[in-house]
C-alpha cells in the first residue's frame, strides 16, 4: 500500500467509526482509561472500549455483549473474554479468524435456556494471518452455549475468533500491504492482509518474519526472510516516526544483500502504518543496512491515446507521440494495445481481432489469430499473453522470440473471461471471469522458471462477484484493480483491492476500455463514440475522437 493510501483508508476508517458507531457508544458505566498520547505506538489508536457484563444478565444479553466486544482488540480481546466461563476462556482463540456480516442482517434466537444462535449472512472472512476472503453468500447460524458461574450468565462454548458487522470491522480493522519481492527481486508485491489497527507494527513485523506469502501467491514471490532469523522480543517499539526492530545475533551471518533486501520489505511493509524508517538491532546494537533500491511499478500519469491516427501520450489537446509506433501501428487497425515498461514493444488487437507484437523499430509480428481473442497483455519479461473469451483454459504467452507457451489449465473452473491483465510487478494476472453462473474477478499467481518464461498459474483466487458481465480491467497500483461490468443497461466502475474491499460508481454508458493511473480515482474510460472520460468529482470528457486507449506497464528505467 502507498503511504498515500494508507492514510486515505486510516481517515476513512476513522469517519465511519464515527458515523457507524455512534450507536453502539455506551451511555453508561464505568470509565474506560486508555493510553496517553505519548504511549501510543506509531499514529494515535481510536480503537473501541467496549462494556463488559452486567450483573444478572440474560443469556441473549451475554451473547449480544461479546458480540459487540468483538470491536475491542485491546489485550486479546481481554473485554470479549468476560463474557466466557473461567473454563472456557483458557480455550477461546480470538485471533483464529473473523466472520465479517453485512449491516442489518443478522437474527438471534434461543433454542433453549442455555442456548443462543446468532445468525448472519457473511460478507468476508479473515484468517489467522490477516487475509480477506469474500463469502460465498447464504445466512450461517453461529451457536452459543451457556452455563451458570457464581449465578451469572456466561458463555461455556462457541467458535474460535470474533464477529463484526462490516461498518464496524472497516473501525477496528485495518489494511496493511506485507511486501515481497518477484522471483527476480526486482520488484517490492503487496499481500494484502487486515490486522487490528492496534499496535499495527508489531503486528505486520511479526506476519513478515515469522509468516509466509498468501497461499495463492507464495509460489509466485520471493522474501528475505526464510527462517533464519528471528525476533528477539515480541514487540516492536517505535520511536518518532522509526520502529525498532530486535534480531536475534545469526543475522551477522547473512549476506548484506539479503540484510538489504530484509530491510526494503520492512520498511515497505510498515509505511502503511505510518512508520518513517526502520531499524534494525541486535540487542542495543543497530546494524548497519541500505534497504535494497527496487522498481517502481508507477506509469506516466497522462493517458496513452491512438486519436486521429497519433499514437501518444495526451497532454491537453495534443498528443505526444511514442517515437517509431505511429509507423508501425499505420495500417494495422489496433483495437486494443498495452505497452511495456519500456516503451519498446507493444501487444496488439487488432479490430479483426488477431495479436500482434510489434516494436518501436517498426517491426511487427502476428501471433495468434485464434477467435474471440481477448485484449492482449505483455509482461515484465517481454512475454505477450492471449486467452479466447470462450476458452479461458486455453492462454498461451509467446515469448520476445516468438516461441508459443501453453500455460497449463489457465482459469480453471472458468466457462468464459472477457478480459485478462498482468500486474505490473509481473508477479499476478486477473481476470474477468464468469464461473458457476457468476461473474467475478479472478487473480491467480505467475508461476516462472528460473529465466522468467511462464509455466503455470497457480490457484485462482475470487477477488470479488460482480453484479453483471465483465466489459475490462486494468492495475491502478500494485494491490488495487479497476474494473468495469454491465449491470442492467448500466456501465459500473469498480476499484477492489486485492484481499480487502470494493468501491462502485457509475460510469458513461458505452464503456468500452479502461486504464489505470497510479492511484485510486485516477482510471481513464473510453466509450464506443470515442469519448475519452476522467473522474473529477463526476465523470468529464477530457478528449474525444481517441480510438484506442491503451494500457501502461509501467515508466522507462
Request: proline share 7%.
Amino acid at each position: 500500500m502507498t503511504v498515500r493510501r494508507a492514510l486515505a483508508t486510516s481517515v476513512a476508517a476513522i469517519l465511519v467509526f464515527v458515523l457507524t458507531a455512534c450507536a453502539g457508544l455506551p451511555t453508561g458505566g464505568p470509565v474506560h482509561v486508555g493510553k496517553a498520547i505519548d504511549e501510543v505506538e506509531g499514529p494515535p489508536d481510536f480503537s473501541y472500549v467496549p462494556d463488559g457484563p452486567v450483573e444478572d444478565a440474560t443469556p441473549q444479553q451475554i451473547v449480544e455483549g461479546f458480540i459487540a466486544a468483538g470491536s475491542g482488540p485491546r489485550g486479546n480481546w481481554e473485554v470479549a473474554q468476560e463474557f466466557l466461563t473461567t473454563q472456557f476462556r483458557q480455550k477461546w482463540q480470538p485471533q483464529a479468524n473473523v466472520t465479517v456480516y453485512r449491516p442489518g442482517e443478522s437474527a438471534i434466537s434461543a433454542p433453549s435456556d442455555d442456548e443462543i444462535v446468532f445468525t448472519v449472512e457473511p460478507v468476508a472472512t479473515v484468517d489467522a494471518a490477516g487475509s480477506y476472503e469474500p463469502a460465498e453468500g447464504g445466512r450461517i447460524p453461529i451457536t452459543f452455549s451457556l452455563a451458570k458461574e457464581r449465578g451469572q450468565w456466561r458463555i461455556a462454548q462457541a467458535p474460535d475468533g470474533i464477529v463484526l458487522d462490516a461498518n464496524r470491522f472497516g473501525s477496528v480493522f485495518q489494511s496493511y500491504d506485507l511486501s515481497y519481492f518477484d522471483r527476480a527481486w526486482r520488484t517490492l508485491v503487496p499481500d494484502v492482509r487486515w490486522f487490528p489497527s492496534t499496535n499495527p507494527a508489531t503486528r505486520i513485523t511479526a506476519a513478515l518474519v515469522s509468516g509466509s506469502p498468501s497461499p495463492w501467491l507464495a509460489g509466485s514471490v520471493r522474501t528475505a526472510f526464510t527462517g533464519e532469523v528471528t525476533l528477539t522480543q515480541p514487540s516492536v517499539p517505535v520511536e518518532s516516526g522509526i520502529a525498532q526492530i530486535s534480531f536475534d545475533p545469526s543475522i551477522r551471518d547473512l549476506s548484506r544483500e539479503t540484510l538489504a533486501r530484509m530491510k526494503a520489505q520492512l520498511e515497505a511493509s510498515l509505511a502503511g502504518a505510518g512508520i518513517l524508517d526502520v531499524q534494525m538491532l541486535v540487542g542495543d546494537e543497530p546494524l548497519d543496512v541500505t534497504a535494497r533500491t527496487t522498481r517502481s511499478t508507477a506509469v506516466d500519469v497522462r493517458p496513452l491515446v491512438l486519436q486521429n491516427g497519433t499514437f501518444g501520450f495526451l497532454s491537453g489537446s495534443d498528443v505526444e507521440d511514442v517515437p517509431g509506433f505511429a509507423k508501425a501501428l499505420d495500417g494495422l487497425e489496433p483495437q486494443a494495445v498495452e505497452m511495456d515498461a519500456a516503451r519498446t514493444t507493444a501487444a496488439v488487437r487488432t479490430r479483426p481481432g488477431a495479436v500482434y507484437r510489434v516494436t518501436a523499430d517498426g517491426t511487427r509480428v502476428g501471433l495468434d489469430t485464434r477467435a474471440r481473442l481477448t485484449a492482449p497483455t505483455i509482461d515484465t519479461y517481454g512475454y505477450i499473453w492471449t486467452v479466447p473469451r470462450d476458452k479461458p483454459g486455453a492462454i498461451v504467452a509467446y515469448g520476445p522470440d516468438g516461441n508459443a507457451q501453453n500455460i497449463p489449465s489457465g482459469w480453471v473452473g472458468a466457462s468464459e473471461v472477457t478480459a485478462m491483465r498482468v500486474s505490473r510487478d509481473g508477479a499476478r494476472v486477473a481476470a474477468l471471469v464468469r464461473a458457476g453462473g457468476q461473474s467475478a474477478l479472478w487473480v491467480a499467481g505467475i508461476i516462472r522458471d528460473e529465466n522468467g518464461m511462464p509455466t503455470s498459474l497457480g490457484q485462482p483466487q475470487v477477488v470479488a462477484t460482480l453484479g453483471g458481465p465483465g466489459v475490462d480491467l486494468t492495475w491502478i497500483d500494485g494491490a488495487t484493480l479497476a474494473l468495469v461490468f454491465v449491470d442492467g443497461k448500466q456501465r459500473i466502475v469498480r476499484e477492489q483491492t486485492i484481499g480487502g474491499l470494493g468501491t462502485e460508481v457509475r460510469g458513461p454508458d458505452g464503456i468500452i476500455a479502461i486504464a489505470g493511473g497510479n492511484q485510486n480515482g485516477s482510471v481513464r474510460l473510453l466509450t464506443d463514440d470515442g469519448s475519452l472520460y476522467v473522474q473529477r468529482g463526476s465523470w468529464q470528457v477530457l478528449a474525444s475522437d481517441v480510438s484506442v486507449l491503451a494500457v501502461q506497464q509501467g515508466l522507462p528505467g
